[in-house]
């Protein structure tokens, strides 16, 4: 981006040390007006100290955004997705790649809004969130500028960052001097860590990297039975108490935490081509997902199951890579939402020690017919005789193999 | 099957009340010779007195056939399975229905040693395994001739089958007079039950259900860290100690049983077009599932990766079905078995209490390189200006939708 | 079926002599009241001789049913499933396929108005069209009762076949009195030829086969040159001009019969498990399937394409198949419409001797960007340098795997 | 690339004007030697007149690379990918971007021979070429410098590089002093044009575009028939004449041009995100595409057909962009080649003005069972009761779905 192009610019602002010597570096080296955009995903922390530090840092009160999307996370990211049975490389919940393009939408929504020509984020050139903010950007608005500061200045060590810091007379908290052991990044739904000391993939990490979740052996020995109640594929209940998206999740994180839930230890592929390990904590999604399996389980055609399945890697892959806003994952949800009109019931759940047990799934759609599975008599509901036409016709053709020379599937 | 067209039939013979009234009811309906096979895949059960049931059934020696199938049934069944990471419907490790097309081969060579013209199983016929059992049998010998019982004769209910076998002096263990509580199949990789007290999917499964673990809750409060040594994909030894395939996966599950770990309770979808519930238990299998992917995770390219995860369903499917000495399973296990050829190297994981936890993976061929995604200074190996021209590449088109008014990837 | 279960039955009736030994037999086995419905799916025959003769066979007036289903069949079930550019085995336009659906449809109804516990159909018992008959009538009415008098009479023979016709007074056209040499079926999108003297893979068809279209070489030699209209990926207009789906299908296929467009002699697979030799004749569905890839070409987005692509042979499968009312195919089907939304615009086509040459296409949603492709100066538009980074990061998995030891993408 | 950094590199030269300008623009600006690579991969041109013009430009005699690649065009590369039937977009047999990574692989190999520490090449920044040449690259060494001219250099018009040619001694061709009306390029597969006179898309391409086909127009009024003999997978002769892999393409080649065969005007997605309009000529792959998919007819299981199917566009996708040297593509690869052990047999066709027409196919190992698809008595081979057990169990779950309230596949 050359300098003199940006006029007013929106960036992510979390109130932290990066982002105030970000926005400071977009005050000296752009010379255009900042508007600072910081919003409450459930990350734990106060949005008033970030307030301060913008107005501290000469921001003008009118350019400082702030906004609860606690709810429309949940509902119109989250929910979603989940839906989906979303698992990256078949373990990870996608915490952090499904809160960004949230991020970027309201961060352009800003800009149409104060007439910005530009945005600004905090990810470094190395990672999968860069892609994730500036894909959304660029399909939400095609010609708005972008700048990375990561990737564009010279503050390349902690020592030139605090440099630049002190020269700009931006507060330093005092355990900020040094540098962090891991970077982190944490929302509603999850928090990771990856960095520094977790880059061994042989070691495994310190007790101290876990923030969201007891561990397993900690967890106290005794069992939680709970229920959650799905609507349409989303949950909407938990022990018969009908919750908000945010609330309802809120209260599965509390619940996951305390019983041990939740931890996951994974070496992972970036879009941007190398490997990283992370170690994540989601203890309300992991109870999530596994109840909402059980509640698919007796709800879902088996062929609209399976064909969810063998799609749910490349939806998964999609939110990963950053495209949420792209047309792809708009067919994928549409065919994914389909499935989810009749997925409505309660699933108990027994939570212990890192354990997620499914005990029961019911509903008022179930497709689990007793009186068919029954190794009682089932009074006629299944013919066991029809099976024998089913299986000389699936085998035909195997059969027809067979006698070509071609015996057990030989090619 | 006309009674008068059977010569010689081999029986999939467990020693058990069922089979053995198959064995009887064959020689009686039929009028044909009966030859009895026995095979030792780990289920825990000596194979000298289904011997010497079948000598009293008056089966002569010659035509009693037992073997140890275990070795050859992790090797060249439990094994090419797990390289592909299969899990059914996104949770079942496929325990009973890897056993079947093994069961069936050797059927059929026995068969064809002994000029026997058809088979006999005692799988019912609202169940998978019919179908896996004459899939095979199919697929390996078009013309042979399949006896299910289940399907054909009239002793429908407990009493007559109790009735029948008194008929015929079949001995009755005292504690087989009454009806099993559920149904059971075991083998050296997992423990299945289901039926009769298990069919209703909001009811707990009763602890006398798990036969093979220890439940989380009464494992021993402590950790064992154990490693897994992996060669192209296959597992070859426990803390560092060189194991055979069967014996390997013995020592998995004494390790699972004891520490709470794979039992699986799940509402699935059968082949035949109903939903069952059953209550599984795969100790070793669980540990072996969640190491293998650790180890690919160093080891494998992110789309030889994703290829595979795509196609696991696909993969996982199609053993469920009983579609083992297909083409289509054959082509997609060459793929599998291809990107298999560098996972190589060691896992380390923490077992407690239902938990099976990844600690560490190592490498010899690991694609993991801590110089391109280190957070320190990498001196050049990764340019994070690369990063740009990738993003907006790879936006372009969402671009392109967009300035044609198609904002956030709509279609 | 047991002959005295049936009270009514409804028959799908073609009037032709199969289908009245069909009537005569129902009436004359299951002694039950047969009402018949007869379709104009464009067959291209009068509805009033089938009315006349069912008269004639005993059936009450007010249980004859006649029904013009053009539009609905192009409207509902050709249109959509060409937004799916279906082919199944990469070549067969379904035509076949595609109208049993709605015949089970209309059947089921009817049966619902007057009250009748069965249907019956005139398709074989090696073919697949009793399955796509049969699927829809029991996903549509689940306890309905099914006659499939192929799989059921001794009428196996024709000569058996005439004789009963002959005893109950059914007429017999002259030339129906010998076998035909193959049979077929018809409706607006295609006809089919299979059987008898096609069976032999290896003979090229004897010209008598083809019905509906003249072969390229006695099409004339000139060019015609067209434009087919869409709207949300429907053809809705012909040089300009608005037609109904109906009307322009017929339009369609009497510009390919003329120009010798849309014969196909393929052995393709069967559900139930067998290769089967058709030759079938698709005109204007030839001429319709290339003009879709065309407008969709300049109006669909690289990945929505590529998904759509990636999904469309398991959508032809399930039509082929008899899933059209499967919940797998409706959820297809909603990731397929959803991506229609711009498929809006013109395709211009030259139609010479069995050849469908596009020679343009436009849109007022375009994503074809001149500006962007250009050869010439694209001033700024595109950066070239972005290609390196873009080049660089979809290396770096390759670049890493060639450093640990696997060049070329080794595994 | 730093214009110091590179030693000697390795240059893809044809000998025309715009690879001798960077010949010698790589001489004056990287100051390194230049070893040019002219390789004859059936584009149509001789060899002779490169290596004059390499030696006039200066180019030391050892430093002159020419090789006839055919036969390793054609059977390394294009047959495994004519195995895989490949299609990019439903339509275009990928003869460029074939070709592309045995010229990389060429230019690496001789790299390393002369111990060159570059290689360059002449594709532009916008398109596929650079993208495929470099992954090539990369994949088979990975430390390896490119220098892609286009991208770098200044001589971005017409004018400049004639100046440049001019100046530096260059011979002109007349006819090239001026600008091609269009981009050509041409191998043993196909000749390719794209650019300037095509880029509008609703414009239909001049009939000179057209260089290596005869219109179906103009194509003689009368039909060859010829036989193509397959062996796994692999054409091996014509009409009963066996010939390598190359020399069979030529012939097909010729059989094509003179029928007007394999034509395709296409608006193709670019890997680097944008829509390109490219003329395509692939006469004898036409041919072979369609010869091939009808040998497999008769030969592939039918679930071998459909595994391969479905994964052909992702085949085709990564060929496309340039990722053959991919681990995935080689897994792929071995599931295709797995499918092709029996696909060995002869083919008849008809080419007449644009149309290929098949006519026959036979096989030793043929799946065709015509006593089993046979309309006349099968004596037993099909029992046509089968297909109702195999109806009524596919059809269960739609059962279960309709009686739980959900008709006709309703979700």
């Given at each position: 981006m ?18 105030s010597?970000?926005?400071k ?42 906004d ?14 989940f ?13 952090t ?6 991020i ?66 931006i507060?330093?908290a ?13 929302n ?15 070691d ?10 007891i ?12 229920t ?47 490997k ?12 999530l ?42 067919m ?60 000389k016709l ?18």
């Amino acid at each position: 981006m050359r300098v003199k192009d940006v006029k007013k610019v929106v960036l992510a602002y979390s109130g932290g040390l990066d982002t105030s010597v970000i926005l400071k570096w977009l005050q000296t080296t752009y010379r255009c007006e900042v508007v600072t955009f910081t919003a409450d995903l459930g990350q734990g922390e106060e949005l008033g100290p970030a307030r301060d530090k913008a107005l501290l840092l000469g921001i003008k009160p009118e350019n400082i955004f702030m906004d609860d999307l606690r709810e429309t996370f949940v509902r119109d990211f989250v929910f979603p997705m989940f839906r989906a049975n979303a698992l990256y490389e078949g373990m990870y919940l996608l915490g952090t790649s499904i809160a960004r393009p949230l991020i970027a939408q309201r961060q352009i929504e800003i800009a149409e809004q104060v007439g910005a020509d530009a945005v600004a984020h905090g990810a470094t050139g190395k990672g999968n969130d860069q892609v994730r903010f500036e894909l959304s950007y660029y399909a939400l608005k095609p010609d708005i500028k972008i700048i990375a500061p990561w990737r564009e200045w010279e503050l390349t060590s902690r020592t030139r960052l605090i440099e630049f810091a002190e020269a700009h007379q931006i507060p330093i908290a005092k355990d900020k001097r040094g540098e962090a052991p891991f970077s982190v990044d944490a929302n509603l739904l999850h928090s990771s860590s990856e960095g520094k000391i977790l880059e061994e993939p042989w070691d495994a990490p310190d007790e101290i990297v876990w923030q969201r979740t007891i561990a397993p052996m900690d967890a106290p020995d005794r069992v939680t039975e709970i229920t959650i109640e799905f609507e349409r594929g989303d949950a909407v209940g938990i022990n018969g108490e009908r919750l908000s998206p945010a609330a309802l999740l809120t209260k599965l994180n509390a619940l996951g935490k305390e019983n041990g839930i939740g931890r996951l230890d994974l070496v992972e592929n970036r879009f941007v081509g190398m490997k990283s390990r992370g170690c994540y904590e989601t203890p309300g999604g992991t109870i999530l997902y596994v109840a909402h399996r059980a509640m698919e389980s007796i709800t879902l055609d088996r062929e609209a199951a399976h064909l969810k399945d063998s799609l749910m890697p490349r939806y998964a892959e999609l939110i990963y890579n950053g495209f949420w806003f792209a047309p792809e994952r708009r067919m994928l949800q549409a065919l994914v939402d389909e499935s989810q009109k009749s997925v409505t019931g309660t699933v108990r759940l027994k939570l212990y020690k890192g354990n997620t047990i499914v005990t029961g799934r019911q509903s008022p759609h179930s497709l689990y017919s007793m009186k068919h599975v029954t190794f009682e008599d089932d009074q006629g509901a299944y013919d066991q005789f029809d099976a024998q036409g089913f299986i000389k016709l699936n085998a035909l053709r195997l059969r027809l193999g067979a006698m070509a020379g071609r015996r057990g599937g030989a090619l």
